[in-house]
C-alpha cells in the first residue's frame, strides 16, 4: 500500500514521514511541498539518507496526486487550506486522514465562531472525527475521510470523555490548564516564536477562547449528550514537544474516586497507547515525548472533594502525527502500534 | 546601616548578596555560609571581585552575630533551620527578616499539617507576615521579626487579597494553576532537580497539598474573615526563574469586571512593583525576570460567566529576596525601590 | 545631558533602554523604532512603566533628529544602515556611538571584501573604534563617530590585544572557537531562528569567513604592526546570552604562563571590567550575564606547549549595549561603572 | 538470543533498555541495578508498560549473572567498577560488551596517568576497542569481552581515523575543540549539574587533559604508527543530547581538500551510520539526536589552508549504547542496522 503526505515541511510533516518511512506495512511514495519542491527528502530529513534517496518533493498539484496510484493521503496542512485537497483526493476513491482543523467539526456554525467561514460546508458531513481508543476500529473501513484530532484536545478528551459518558461528573465543574511545547505554534516565523522569545518564557494565551475550546466541547457534549461548556487555559512554556493538560473537576456528589480508574480501565484496559498510572503519581511530559502515548493519572482532594485529572502526551505524535498514523493502522488492519513507540 | 545575610550560599541568598551590594542606603556587612566558611565572597560571586574583596564568608555563629554591630539580619534559610537563629537574635536587639516559611503561618495547627511540630511556637505570635503592598509601612517600624511571603503565595495573594476583602469573589471557586522555573527548588541535590531530568519536561506536583496551601489560606482567610479552602496545582517547567499563576474564579453574581480593575486600582495604583495590564493582555515571565514587579491582570469569560486571573513574578525577587528588601526598604524609611528593579 | 537611542526595537536596542533609562548622568529623551513609532515605550518595556510613561516611539527622522536638543546617539541598527544616520548627526554637532559594523573597519577593501560596498567610504576616517580598556580616556573627548566592538571581537581581543602588542603570542597559530547564544543573531525572522530550531541544537556555522574576522584580524594586526591571519569558527548553542571563546596559541619559545597573567595584570589591573581567573579554573558564561565584565583565564598544556585562553562576556552587554554605555561614560568622565553592573 | 544490562539506571542504560526491548533478534531477560533492584522495570521505563511488564530490575549479583541462560551483557556501568563484573562472567562463557572506560585503553600505564591504578590490567590484552565502521564484521565473532568507544573520542576518531591513515594530516597540528550535551556526565548529583546551574550556561571545563584524550591519542597514534599528541578542549552546553566537534587542522602540503572526502567515501561509503556532507555545509547536534549517525563534513580555509573538520552524534547513541548495539549486531551477524535509527 502507498501513502503520501501533503504539507511535508512542517513539524507535523516531519514527524508523518520519519514514521512512514519506517513503517512495515505501507511505501512513503509521495511528500509534497510548495516550498521544497523538486529537492531531495533526504536533503531535508538526514534519516532518509542511505535509505530513500531517490524521494523527491513534489508541488501541490492535486490534479497530479489524484491521478496517482497512492491510496491514502494524510494532509498536514494549516487549518483553511486542508479542505481545499480533500474533495479531489476523494472523488479520485483516495482515502484522507487529515490533520487540521477543517473536518474536525460537524457543525460549520461553530466552525465559524471559532475560525472563519467553512469554505466547503458540505465535506463536514462526510468527515468523521475519530479518537481511535474511542472508536471501535472495524468501523473505520470504510470512511474515506477521517478528522485526526488536534493536540490539546487528545490530552483532554481521553481523560475526560469516559468519565462524561459514565456520568460521574458535574459537566459544569471542568476547569482545564494545559502547558504546551512551542512546536504546537508549527514554524510560523513570528517574533513570538523566536528561540529567545520563547526561552526562558512562560504565558497564558488564547484566552478565554482558544480555537481548540470548539473541538473539546463539541466532543464533551456529544459523549454527554448535552451541551457542555469548559473553562481551557492554554499555556506556553520553554521546550519543544510535549503537553500536561491539569483538569480539575467536581465529580457527582457520591462518586468514589476508585470508580474513575475503574471507568478508565474498562474503556482503555487493553489499549496500547493509555497509560493509566496510580493515584499519587503525576504523569511527566518527558515520559511521553517520543512515544504515541497518553500517561494520565486522578488525584482526590479531600478538602475540596475535587478530583484533580493530570494527562501528557507528545503533541506532535499523540497529538497529530502519530495518532494518524494509529488511525491508519486500525482502519486497514495492521498493526495498532505498527510504526509507532508505545 | 549595617546588614548581614544568614545562608547565603543557597539562591535566594545569592540574590540577596546581589541586590545588598549596591544598595545605596546600607553596608552589605556579613555573609555566612557553614558550606563556604573562610572562602572570599568574591570567589563565589564574581560581581563582587573589584568591590568587595574583603568579604569573607563566615559560619553560622548564631553568637557572633549577636555580638556584631549588625542591625538587621535576613536569614535564607530552609524552613525547619530558621527558627533557631531568630530568638538570640532578637534578644540581641537586632531586627530580623526571615525568608523561610517558619514565620509565616500564625497558627502552628497549620504549620504541624504542612510542614512538622513547631519547634519555638512561641514565636509565632511575635512574627508578622508582610505584603508590603497590603501593609501601612508605617506599621513596621516596630516589628523586630517579620516574615517575607513566599513565592507561589506572592503571585496569587496580590492579586487575590483585593478582591477578596471587597467581596467580589465566590470563595468556594478559586481554583489556582501555576508554574514555576526550577530555582524554587533551591539547590536540593536530587536526581529530579538535575538539568537532563528537568530539561525538556513538564509535570504538575505537590497535589492536591503542596505546602504553600497554609500560607495562602491563612492570608485569604484572613482577608475575607472566613475560612477559605482553594485548589492549587504547581507544575515545574524548564526554566530558571519565574512564576506564573493563572486563577480562575466565580465572581459574586452582580459583580462586573470593571469592579476587579477598580479594586486593584485602589490598593495598588501608586505601588511601584505591581503593574496592571489591561483585559485581554496576558502577563509573560519574561518581562519580570529581573525585576522585582508583579504583572497581571484578568479576563472574563462570557461563555461561563468566571473570570481569568494571570499573574507573573520573578520566584528569586518579588517572591523572595527582592520582596524581602522591599520590606526592609519600606521599614526604615529608605526610598521603596531602593536597590531594587521596577 | 540628554541621550537617544536610533533603533530601539531589537535585543541590543532593548539593552540600551534598559541601561540609560537607569543612568544617573543621562537622560533618555529619545527612542526610535520605524516598526513601533506612536506606541508608547513603556508597552513594549514593561519596566518603564510607573516611570518614564511619557516617552514614547518616533519613526527614524533623521532631520528630526539633528534638529533635536539631544547631544548623544546611540545607532542600534544592522549593518549597512547606520551610515545612513550619522553623516546628519556629526553635521548637527551631535555625537554619535555606533553599535553596527559599519565603522569598526578602517579599510574600505576589507569591508567590501566581508560586507559589501561600503556606501559612505569617507566616514570611516572620520570614526575611531574604540575598546575602552585599551583606549586613554582622555582620547575619546573630542571624537564625534565612535565604533563600539562587536560581540564576538569583543571576548576575543580583550585575552588577546596584550599578549599580541607585548610579542609573547607566535602570530600564525591562533585558534579561536568561540560558541553563542542566540539573541546574537537578533530579531531575525528566519526559520533557523524559531526556538524549535535552535532549542536542543549546536552547530559551528560562517565557516570559513565569518564577518567578524575583518574586524578581529584587523585589531590584532594593528596591535602587532603586521597582518595576522587567524582561524575562527563560531558555533550557536541554546541559550539567550553570552559568548564563549576558547582560543588556542602557541606562546614564543621562552614566554612562561606566568609572563601571560603579569601582561594581562598590567594593562588590566585596575580596569573594573576585566576579571583575570587563576590559571585552572575557566569562565562561565552564566556569571557574566547581565554584568559588563569580561571573565578571562588561560592555561599552559605541557604536552603540547600550547596556550588554552579561555574568555566570557554576555554578548548584549560588554558585547554590544554595555560597552557602548562604557564608552559613553568615559568620554563624558562620568564613572567607568555609571549604570553598568561589574 | 538472549542479553543483559548490568547498570541500567543510567542515561546509556536507559538507552540500552530502550533498544533492546525492541530489537527484533534478541530478548531483553535481564536489567540489573543496585538501586532498583526489586521494582518493575516498566515503573521506571514507561515504554515497557504494555509489553514487557515482568521484567524486574535485579541486585548486581555477578554470581547469579554468571549462571544465568543470558548469552550477552552489556556493562553500563562507570568506569572502575565495570572490570568487577567482566572475568566471572567471560570465566562462564558470556560475551561482554562495556560501555565505560575500563576495557578502552590497551597500556595501563595510560589507564594509571588518566584514570587510576587499573584494577585487572591482565584484562586489557584480551580485550578489543572496537569502532564498527573500522573494524572487519567477521573479525567479531571470537571476541568475548569489547570495549565500546567512548562518546567524544567516537564524534573524533571518526572523521579523523581515515585522514591520519593516508598520510593526509600534520599530525602535530590537530586541535579539537568539542562541546556536548549534559547526559554526557551522567546522573552525577552535584551541584554543577543541576537544572539551574547549566541552564542558560556555557563553559570549558577538564583543561588541558580531560579523560577522553587518552583514548583518542591512542587510536591516533595507533592509526598513524606513531605518537599522536593533540589538543582537546570539551565544553557543556545546556542541552540534554548531542556533541558537536570542530577539529582545525593542517593538511600536508600537497593534500587537496577533495582527496578528505575521496579518503571518507572510500572507508564509510556504503556504511549505514556515516553521512558525509558536502563542503560548506555543516552538520547540526538536532540532526542526529535519536539516531545512531555521525554526520562530518570538512571545509578548507584557503587565507590559512586549515581544513575545519565538522561533525555531529548523539553522545547516548552513536557515542554510547548505539554502538554498543551496532558491535553487538555484526558481531552476530544481524543486520548492522537492527534496533537502531539512520
Redesign the interface.
Not at 516564536?193 to 494565551?205: D, G, H, Q
Not at 512554556?237 to 510535549?242: D, F, H, W
Not at 488525584?299 to 475540596?304: F, S
Given at each position: 500500500m502507498k501513502v503520501g503526505i501533503v504539507g511535508s515541511s512542517g513539524?507535523s510533516g516531519a514527524e508523518l514521514v520519519r514514521i512512514l518511512s519506517?513503517h512495515p506495512d505501507v511505501e512513503l511514495a509521495a511528500v509534497t511541498s510548495r516550498q521544497l519542491a523538486g529537492q531531495a527528502a533526504s536533503s531535508v530529513f538526514?534519516?532518509l539518507?542511505?535509505?530513500m534517496e531517490e524521494l523527491v518533493f513534489t508541488g501541490s498539484n492535486v490534479e497530479e496526486m489524484a491521478g496517482s496510484d497512492i491510496d491514502l493521503y494524510f494532509l498536514a496542512l494549516p487549518h483553511g487550506v486542508a479542505y481545499e485537497f480533500a474533495p479531489k483526493l476523494l472523488e479520485a476513491g483516495k482515502d484522507v486522514v487529515d490533520l487540521s482543523a477543517d473536518f474536525r467539526l460537524s457543525n460549520p456554525e461553530t466552525y465559524r465562531e471559532f475560525y472563519a467561514d467553512h469554505p466547503a460546508p458540505q465535506l463536514l458531513e462526510k468527515a468523521h472525527y475519530i479518537l481511535p481508543e474511542l472508536t471501535d476500529a472495524k468501523s473505520l473501513k470504510d470512511l474515506d475521510l477521517i478528522a485526526s484530532p488536534g493536540c490539546y484536545p487528545t490530552s483532554i478528551l481521553i481523560p475526560l470523555i469516559p468519565l462524561v459518558k459514565e456520568g460521574l461528573l458535574d459537566l459544569e465543574s471542568i476547569?482545564i490548564?494545559s502547558?504546551s511545547?512551542?512546536?504546537g505554534a508549527g514554524?510560523k516565523?513570528?517574533?513570538t516564536?523566536?528561540?529567545?522569545?520563547?526561552?526562558?518564557?512562560?504565558?497564558?494565551?488564547g484566552?478565554?477562547?482558544h480555537r481548540h475550546l470548539s473541538e473539546i466541547e463539541e466532543q464533551l457534549s456529544s459523549a454527554s449528550g448535552s451541551p457542555v461548556?469548559?473553562?481551557f487555559?492554554p499555556?506556553l512554556?520553554?521546550?519543544?514537544?510535549?503537553i500536561?493538560s491539569?483538569i480539575?473537576v467536581d465529580p457527582k456528589a457520591d462518586a468514589p474516586l476508585q470508580e474513575a480508574f475503574q471507568v478508565w480501565e474498562k474503556y482503555y484496559g487493553p489499549k496500547?497507547f493509555v497509560?493509566i498510572l496510580p493515584t499519587?503519581q503525576?504523569?511527566?511530559?518527558?515520559?511521553?515525548?517520543?512515544?504515541n502515548?497518553v500517561?494520565m493519572s486522578v488525584?482526590?482532594?479531600?478538602?475540596?472533594n475535587?478530583w484533580?485529572i493530570?494527562s501528557?502526551i507528545d503533541n506532535l505524535l499523540k497529538g497529530a502525527s502519530g495518532q494518524a498514523v494509529q488511525i491508519m493502522n486500525l482502519k486497514y488492519g495492521f498493526d495498532e502500534s505498527a510504526g509507532l513507540?508505545?
Open positions: 513539524y519506517r538526514p534519516f539518507r542511505e535509505r476547569i490548564n502547558v511545547g512551542v512546536s514554524k516565523l513570528a517574533e516564536y523566536l528561540f529567545c522569545e520563547r526561552n526562558e518564557s512562560v504565558k497564558a494565551y484566552i478565554p477562547k461548556v469548559v473553562q487555559t499555556h512554556v520553554p521546550m519543544n514537544r510535549g500536561a491539569t480539575v496500547p497509560s499519587g503525576t504523569p511527566d511530559t518527558v515520559h511521553v515525548v517520543g512515544s502515548r500517561d488525584t482526590e482532594d479531600p478538602r475540596t475535587r484533580i493530570t501528557c513507540n508505545p
